[in-house]
């Protein structure tokens, strides 16, 4: 009986703990509309090193949204927010932003974004297929823009 108090005070204290620590890393409601885009990428930056990636996704989602016209911030904002889902596991979900990566890069004809982004939407598109990621309609064609 000591043993199952002791074992319910334990998960107790762990889930007071967890619902602690995950309310400390909320997402913002919004992004500064002042922010550059090297700003925006700067404060996502620091949210997901600061393991809280929702919110990095979130500023982004607003790298695209504002900015996603100009082909370099969109591969970096694409190519972040692929790469954020690998690292969560949901590789599915990540492989439509990848193969946008590289379709965008292909179809660069100036080479005006870095090509550091290609090789890293490749290997992290590998890693996602390598862990069993499918790929949805949207991503086959994406696939065939290539």
């Known amino acids: 009986m000591k043993n199952i108090k002791k074992l319910l005070?334990?998960?107790a204290v762990c889930g007071i703990l967890c619902v602690f620590l995950t309310s400390?890393?909320?997402?913002?409601?919004?992004?500064?509309?002042?922010?550059?885009?090297d700003q925006i990428i700067n404060d996502a930056i620091a949210?997901?090193?600061?393991?809280?990636?929702?919110?990095?996704?979130?500023?982004y989602e607003a790298l695209?949204?504002?900015?996603?016209?100009d082909n370099n911030y969109r591969v970096v904002g694409e190519y972040e927010i692929g790469h954020l889902l690998v690292k969560q596991g949901?590789?599915?979900?990540?492989?439509?932003?990848l193969y946008?990566?590289?379709?965008?890069?292909?179809?660069?004809?100036?080479?005006?974004?870095?090509?550091?982004y290609y090789v890293l939407?490749?290997?992290?598109?590998?890693?996602?297929?390598?862990?069993?990621?499918?790929?949805?309609?949207e991503s086959e064609e994406d696939e065939e823009d290539y």
């Open 47 to 59: 949210f997901g090193d600061n393991n809280n990636p929702a919110a990095a996704k979130f500023y």
């Open 64 to 69: 695209l949204e504002r900015y996603g016209t």
């Open 90 to 97: 949901k590789y599915s979900e990540a492989l439509p932003y």
């Open 9 to 11: 005070t334990i998960s």
């Open 24 to 37: 400390c890393y909320s997402v913002p409601s919004e992004v500064p509309e002042e922010l550059t885009p």
């Open 121 to 137: 939407a490749q290997n992290d598109i590998d890693r996602a297929l390598n862990k069993g990621a499918t790929v949805t309609e």
């Open 100 to 116: 946008d990566v590289i379709a965008t890069i292909e179809n660069d004809y100036y080479g005006s974004i870095p090509a550091k």
